[in-house]
Nanobody, 118 residues
Framework: QGQLVESGGGLVQAGGSLRLSCAAS????????MGWYRQAPGKQRVLVAT???????NYADSVKGRFTISRDNAKNTVYLQMDSLKPEDTAVYYC????????????WGQGTQVTVSS
C-alpha cells in the first residue's frame, strides 16, 4: 500500500535535458521494481526504463544512450535523467511499481508532461 508522485516534467528544446523524479510512500519502493513509462497522444502507454531492487536496469531501444534510470533507497525516490531529448520523446511520463518476479502492477503515478520542441 502506498502512492507514487512524479515531478520534473516541463518544456524543453530538442537537445536539452530534463530530470524526472518519482517519490514513493509506504513499502512500495524497496520491495518492488520501479519504472518509467510514457504515453503520447493517441498512442499506447509504453515502457521507457525499469530498475530492479538489485539495480538491474532495462531501457527501451528508443532511449538507450540518452536516458538513465536510477534509484535512491534512502530517499525512496527513482529518477529518470533524460538527455539529448527529441520531439518524439514528447509524452506524459508515468512512474510505476511492480512486483519483482511476477511483474504485477502495484501502483502508478498520475503522470508528468514532457514536451520537447523542435
Amino acid at each position: 500500500q502506498g502512492q507514487l508522485v512524479e515531478s520534473g516534467g516541463g518544456l524543453v528544446q530538442a537537445g536539452g535535458s530534463l530530470r524526472l523524479s518519482c517519490a514513493a510512500s509506504g513499502n512500495i519502493f524497496s520491495r518492488n521494481t520501479m519504472g518509467w513509462y510514457r504515453q503520447a497522444p493517441g498512442k499506447q502507454r509504453v515502457l521507457v526504463a525499469t530498475i530492479s531492487t538489485f539495480t538491474r536496469t532495462n531501457y527501451a531501444d528508443s532511449v538507450k544512450g540518452r536516458f538513465t534510470i536510477s534509484r535512491d533507497n534512502a530517499k525512496n525516490t527513482v529518477y529518470l535523467q533524460m538527455d539529448s531529448l527529441k520531439p518524439e520523446d514528447t509524452a506524459v511520463y508515468y512512474c510505476n511499481a511492480k512486483t519483482p518476479f511476477s511483474n504485477i502492477d502495484v501502483a502508478w503515478g498520475q503522470g508528468t508532461q514532457v514536451t520537447v520542441s523542435s
